[in-house]
Every structure is written in C-alpha cells, then in structure tokens.
C-alpha cells in the first residue's frame, strides 16, 4: 500500500514536472514565432499605406474635354509644336452642316457638355477647355490646360467636312510613333481606338478607324495621351441630320464615355 502511494505521487510529481516543462518549452517557443508573426504585418503595413494614395489616385482620373473651335476663329498663326518653325492658324472656323447649316463649333460643345456631364457622373473629374462659343483659345493653348491638369487622357471633339456627300462615319485621330513633340504614341493610340470603337458601337456609325497624324497643333502641344474624335460628316446629308438631334449627340457622349472606361481597364492591365 505505502509503496503504490510513492509510486503513485511519484508518478504525480513526473507527469506535473514533465507537463510544466513541455509547457515551458512550447510557451518559449511559441514567443519568438509569436513575436515574428505580428512583427511581419508591422513590416508589411508600410508598403500597404503607401500603395493606397496609388489607388485612390487609379479611382479619381482627370479628363480634359476639348469642344473643337470656337464662335470666331483666330487665324493668327502660332508654332504647329514646341519648337517648331510651320505655323497653322491658332483656331479655325470648323466645318458647318450643308442641310440644316449646323456649325461645328455649336455641335462639338453640345457633345463635350453631355460627355462632362457623363464622366462626372461616372467619379472622373474633368476639366472643360471651354464652356462657352464666345472664348478665344488656341488650339496650343487648349493642349496647354489639359498639360495644366496633367490630364490622364485629354479628348478633342470635332466633326469631319468632306467634298463626296457620300462620306460617313466616325475617326479618331492620335500621334504617330515618330512624333518629334511628343511621347504618348501607345497609350494615345489605345485611346483613339477605344473611343472611335465606342462611338461605332453607341451610334451604329461607320467605323473609319484612326488616323495616325503630327499635323495637329492640338496634339504636338499635349504632353499628356490624346485623342481626337471625328464624331461624324457635316458634309453628308444623313448624318448631318443625326448630328443634330439631341439623342444622337447623347449617343456619341455615351460611346466616348464608354471608350474612356474602356481604356482605363486596358492601361491598367497593361501597366502603362
Ligand atoms: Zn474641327
């Protein structure tokens, strides 16, 4: 009997004493991990604070909108790109509707208002060259205020005017790669796409593509990606007639506006 009871406490002090060591022993172990594992999320937080400005900076991108034209063109000449010694006139009058006498100008600030309208609505925050007919800017001193705003895309409005009655349909315009003035041929190109796609796609117009072009005073100046958007002939009868419909010009609106979002996803994706 008194021989199982020191058998039995001894075996009770082991167990307690084997228990409490292992216990020690995970306890001392488990510290050092323990404090590794939160030292890492300290470590990483950093890196995690500064990536969210990066994102909130993807959410809130700067369209500069430019209606083509203006109430009275300025042919005074001004320099084609910085440093360049062609000139073009600083604003041209536009084409004009050959049926209803619609003015470029008129129909091109139309469409950047709904498009304003749509992108600021949609969280993008845009900057207007003009609001107004009666301003008188440059086509460099346009490109100059979306370089301002350090625009991540800058749009130009304008519509086509064409000799054959016949000739329909929307084109973009953008840089070519060898531009002298300035460096955004990709992302300019994918712009251009997207937006004339846009419009082909809202409006049901032909789709003439995009015209690569260094001519275009508006385009040289730009230090950020533009694109032109031909939206359609004043010279063709039909589309003239479209052209002047409210429901058209908010179609057009929408298909920029969908080109826009559209390009975004890609240079996303693409990391530009
Ligand atoms: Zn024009």
Known sequence: MKKTRIRLILTALFI?????????????????????????????????????????DEEGYVICIDAGHQGRADMDKEPVGPGATTTKAKV?????????????????????????????DSGYTVIMTRTSNDVNLSNSERAL????????????????????????????LCQTEENQYTQHYEESRLLADSIVNGVSDATGCKN???????????????????????????SNPEEEALLNTDEYQSLIAKGIADGVEKYFVETSKEGF
């Open 145 to 172: 205020m979306a370089n301002e705003a350090q625009a991540d895309a800058f749009i130009r409005i304008h519509a086509d005017g064409c000799d054959i009655k016949s000739v329909n349909g929307a084109t973009a």
């Open 208 to 234: 003439r593509g995009v015209t690569e072009t260094d001519t275009m005073t508006g385009i040289n100046w730009s230090q950020v990606p533009t694109a032109v958007i031909e939206v359609g002939y004043l």
């Open 92 to 120: 041209d009058g536009g084409t004009c509707g050959i049926k209803t006498g619609l003015t470029e100008y008129n129909l091109n600030l139309s469409i950047a208002l709904k498009l304003q309208k749509k992108l600021e």
């Open 16 to 56: 307690t004493v084997f228990f409490a060591t292992t216990a020690l022993t995970l306890h001392e172990d488990s510290l050092p991990s323990q404090a590794s594992v939160s030292d890492e999320p300290v470590a990483l937080a950093t890196p995690e604070e500064e990536e969210v400005p990066v994102d909130s």
